[in-house]
């Protein structure tokens, strides 16, 4: 109910006390008062002598520059970053290098060689850190530039890119090569009798399927058709190859494997109970997901069957695979994460509102797009939803493909959007692969 005192009563007798104290002991002071005295400690901190501006120590005009460095190199960033503000030393010691350097290796970032002399400017770590942070920060918050690519006549059902170009397929049965950095398109290939459904390439050849049910082979430095397969009843899904195999799967319940030298058929699995809508290829082992719900793993070499994965309620449009973790998308709307290993789910994505179409996963990150028109970015871990993208398209997205710097999909409504987080930074040092 009371507070606790922090000083002797004020009153009458007691000024008459504190006016005797320089005079008298306490003990005549307590006769003197006739009252007993009740000596209260202060709740007040007492103040160290250390508190005084004048024995405060800047470390920085004692230690040497390097250990001052190293120091304040532990620092978290937002903390850092009030640094110049204190004096100028401590500007100095804010752009020192090694302070960058530490910063940028603490998290795992790398720069790579170059090929052309460098600006005063770009020779600093500080340059280099902002650039990658920044590209982090758009990430985080969705900041893109936004590019259409307008040149197919019908929907663009599939694509592929690298740093200098896209490949797209569409069902205007050409496959168009686009000019990444002049968003123009470079190079028209026709050959397919029907819609271009899928396609993989490498630096020496584009594998193609059709709704015409074959499989080309075109090559990557003159455009011109190497050779065609044959063999599939039905509209070829998907394709995956590497330097040994070019293996497809069809809307026929089958998957066909070849030799990516001779071309030539050297088996055919059928494990499905439905049309087999995706496939990849890694090492020696491929994995395949169907209109029956089920996403299987072979033995590419045998054709054995190793292990089935059940769990989605229908039917499979997309899988991808990295030879231990396999990330699936289907008309249950949900996106799952399995492990190779133990056949077991161990996560599950809500959030679309309609087909899961296709999607791609790498270093932590899942982009997925649906034909509820949106594209999404997941954490992989935690299962949240980061970004959703809902007005780049107008109608179904057919495929999407992402690396560190931009996000890039096919749409029926006849575009290719370009979502670009590294618009305006320099990129060229970092190394984002």
């Known amino acids: 109910m009371y507070g606790i005192p922090v000083a002797p ?6 000024t008459n006390v504190a006016e005797s104290l320089h005079n008298c002991t306490a003990e005549k002071i307590i006769k003197k008062s006739k009252k007993r ?16 501006k004048n024995n405060k120590i800047d470390f920085t005009k004692k230690l040497p520059f390097e250990l001052c460095t190293y120091i304040i190199s532990f620092l978290d960033f937002d903390t850092l970053c009030c640094i110049p503000r204190l004096s100028r ?3 100095t010691l804010f752009y020192a290098e090694d302070v960058w350097r530490i910063q940028t290796m603490q998290r795992g ?10 600006t005063v400017e770009e020779q600093s ?3 280099w850190f902002k650039q990658r942070y920044q590209l982090e920060s758009r990430w985080r918050s969705g900041q893109v530039a936004s590019h259409y690519l307008v040149g197919h ?7 592929q890119f690298d740093e200098t170009k896209i490949v797209t397929g569409s069902r205007d049965r050409t496959i168009k090569i686009w000019d990444l950095r002049l968003y123009q398109c470079v190079h028209t290939l026709e050959g397919h009798q029907g819609s271009v459904l899928c396609l993989q390439y490498n630096d020496h050849i584009i594998v193609s399927g059709s709704s015409d049910h074959t499989v080309i082979i075109w090559d990557m430095k003159t455009k011109r058709m190497r050779g065609r397969l044959h063999g599939h009843t039905a509209g070829v899904s998907d394709i995956s190859f590497d330097h040994r195999y070019i293996i497809s799967s069809s809307k026929d319940g089958s998957i066909r494997i070849w030799s990516s030298r001779s071309f030539q058929p050297l088996r055919m ?3 499905h109970r439905g049309p087999v809508n995706a496939i990849e290829l890694k090492g020696d082992h491929l994995v395949s997901a169907s209109s029956d719900a089920m996403i299987k793993l072979w033995h590419v070499e045998t054709g054995e069957l190793i292990h089935e994965f059940a769990g989605h309620e229908y039917g499979l449009a997309c899988v991808q695979f990295d030879g231990k973790t396999i990330v699936s998308g289907s008309n249950d709307y949900t996106i799952r994460v399995w492990d190779v290993q133990t056949g077991q789910c161990t996560r599950i994505f809500h959030g679309h509102l309609g087909l899961v179409r296709n999607l791609r996963f790498n270093d932590g990150r899942i982009v997925s797009a649906s034909y509820d028109e949106t594209i999404r970015v997941w954490d992989i871990n935690s299962g949240t939803c980061l970004l959703n993208f809902q007005s780049g398209h107008k109608s179904w997205i057919f495929d999407v493909q992402f690396d560190k710097k931009r996000i890039i999909s096919a749409s029926q ?9 590294a618009h305006g930074l320099n990129t060229t040092c970092l190394d984002l692969d």
């Open 153 to 159: 006549r019908d929907s663009v059902y599939c694509l």
């Open 413 to 421: 409504d006849r575009k290719i959007l370009i979502m670009d987080f």
């Open 269 to 271: 699995i059928m494990g």
């Open 109 to 118: 970032w790398r720069l790579k060689s170059h090929h052309y002399p460098l």
């Open 37 to 52: 005295i009740l000596y209260y400690h202060s709740l007040e901190p007492e103040k160290s002598s250390y508190s005084n």
């Open 125 to 127: 770590w500080y340059y």
């Open 9 to 14: 009563p004020y009153d009458v007798e007691m």
């Open 89 to 91: 030393n401590w500007a």
